[in-house]
């Protein structure tokens, strides 16, 4: 996009003791670095790096400022934002530049998924738009690292946020964004017990198990499996979908997946259209019989 604009890409990182953090920044091609080294920001507090933020972009003045649709990046965004007095568009999940008005065209799901829709802010600046991670594929730069670190003196305001405690998660953890074989379950599995199909499954073949919002939202699984506009963004080798149909608030969550196999009772549905292959029949029954032909042949995964 930069390169459409004839501009520069540059990068804010604020944190205490994270120059070396800028230098791997660094590695990926970046013009321009904006470092705010602080004691007061080595915990993260939505208050204090606002403010920050705000205050180099009115020094600065990007045309467009992106930022991760992460929970840190939902937070930062509306508040900086309303700050600037500009528009934001929210977990976009495609980028690109108007070639004759020289503008951001943010697309996001819209109506609840049931169509996507081409966001612009053709007056204020910046251009504002959060963006889901794992839409853009990570390719590291290969040139010489000529990138400058620039390290502008920022009023650090004193916040109103204190923290007092940390509690860790002890819940399972995973991002399910990386992973390179994913088996995910739908509601065309039935009952909750023959998710353990699907597991077993996943775990034959070198994969993490994946879900549709609908048996998140029946507490079948935790919310970290969930792919789709409410979930998470992935770009699987292999995507294997058991029982799910396939909506636009599905499929927007899938981004340049390699290989996409769809087991469902209904040929018309929407994932089968996007399958590379699909089986036509009960989810149920289907893994049954791939499983107990992987048993059989004691095959493994390539993947895996």
């Given at each position: 996009m930069a390169s459409k604009l004839d501009t520069e890409v540059s990068a804010i990182l604020l944190g205490h003791e994270v120059e070396g953090i800028a230098q791997t920044?660094?590695?990926?091609?970046?013009?321009?670095?904006?470092l705010?080294?602080?004691?007061?920001?080595?915990?993260?507090n939505d208050e204090r790096y606002a403010n920050a933020i705000i205050e180099l972009v009115n020094r600065y003045r990007p045309d467009i400022f992106l930022l991760g649709a992460t929970v840190r990046g939902r937070s930062l965004a509306p508040r900086i934002a309303?700050?600037?007095?500009?528009?934001?568009?929210?977990d976009c999940t495609q980028l690109d530049i108007d070639p004759e008005k020289k503008i951001l065209l943010q697309t996001r799901p819209a109506f609840g998924g049931d169509l996507m829709a081409t966001i612009i802010c053709p007056e204020c600046r910046p251009q504002m738009a959060t963006v889901r991670p794992g839409v853009f594929e990570v390719s590291k730069y290969e040139g010489k690292m000529a990138g400058k670190i620039i390290k502008p003196e920022i009023t650090i305001f004193d916040s109103k946020i204190e923290i007092l405690q940390y509690i860790q998660d002890t819940t399972e953890s995973f991002d399910i964004s990386e992973v390179d074989i994913i088996v995910a379950a739908g509601r065309g599995l039935g009952e909750k017990k023959n998710l353990k199909l699907v597991e077993e499954l996943a775990s034959m073949i070198g994969g993490q198990v994946g879900?549709?919002?609908?048996?998140?939202?029946?507490?079948?699984?935790?919310r970290s499996h969930q792919i789709g506009q409410s979930g998470?963004?992935?770009s699987p080798k292999l995507y294997i979908a058991c029982g799910i149909s396939g909506a636009i608030q599905h499929m927007v969550g899938l981004k340049s997946p390699g290989i996409i196999i769809a087991i469902n009772?209904?040929?018309?549905?929407?994932?089968?259209?996007?399958?590379?292959?699909?089986?036509?029949?009960?989810?149920?029954?289907?893994?049954?019989?791939?499983i107990n032909e992987i048993k059989k042949r004691g095959v493994i995964s390539r993947y895996k």
């Open positions: 920044i660094l590695s990926y091609g970046v013009d321009n670095i904006y705010i080294d602080h004691p007061s920001l080595c915990e993260f309303s700050a600037l007095n500009t528009g934001l568009t929210a879900a549709s919002r609908a048996i998140v939202e029946a507490g079948w699984i935790d998470n963004t992935v009772k209904d040929i018309n549905a929407p994932i089968m259209k996007a399958a590379n292959y699909a089986f036509v029949g009960d989810a149920v029954e289907i893994l049954t019989m791939i």
